[in-house]
């Protein structure tokens, strides 16, 4: 089913334009490098400091979960090794595939956030990250690169990760992040 989905996404939604906004939506997640600077600058304000700390803590779970053990455990590859019928639309990447290194990151410095910004009750900080997580998870799946399982495991993992960052930051700081 996975390979089904992937080929329905390259013959009925590719198109050039498209391909572009993809490609840059991905480019976001690319060694979690939007998602750091975002942490980063969220330590800047006194307001926000401990949301980028849970974000931070959330990227480094996600991490050690994904790209240091997972992928290296599973050592799934990439759809287009396994059928020829697709085509990815990106540079090859040259680590396993499964899970989603890209969607893991994503969404555990978005959940950190949505956890963080909701105790503020600052709702468009909150939910923002977690849209821009979603499109660069789908990203991976339109960019031919990820199976959907693969997404969908990098997903649960970063929300986890996410959590654990945000209530490990919280229980170290003794109160609300």
Same mark, same amino acid.
């Given at each position: ?21 993809? *490609? ?23 307001? *926000? ?129």
């Amino acid at each position: 089913m996975d390979f089904q989905i992937l080929l329905w996404i390259q013959e009925n939604l590719r198109s050039e334009c498209w391909d572009t906004f993809w *490609t840059g939506i991905t480019f976001l997640g690319d060694h979690g490098q939007f998602w750091i600077l975002l942490s980063l600058c969220l330590l800047i304000p006194k307001r *926000t400091r401990k949301i980028g700390l849970c974000s931070l803590a959330a990227l480094v779970l996600s991490l050690l979960c994904t790209n240091i053990f997972l992928k290296n455990l599973v050592r799934r590859a990439r759809p287009f090794q396994q059928y020829a019928q697709l085509i990815p639309l990106i540079p090859a990447p040259r680590d396993f595939s499964f899970p989603s290194g890209h969607t893991s990151a994503s969404f555990a410095a978005a959940v950190a956030c949505f956890l963080g910004f909701r105790d503020q009750n600052r709702w468009l900080p909150a939910v923002c990250p977690l849209i821009l997580a979603a499109l660069i998870g789908f990203s991976r799946l339109y960019l031919g690169v990820h199976f959907p399982t693969d997404v969908l495991a990098g997903c649960l993992i970063g929300c986890a990760a996410g959590t654990g960052g945000y209530y490990g930051v919280k229980k170290i700081s003794g109160g609300r992040p």
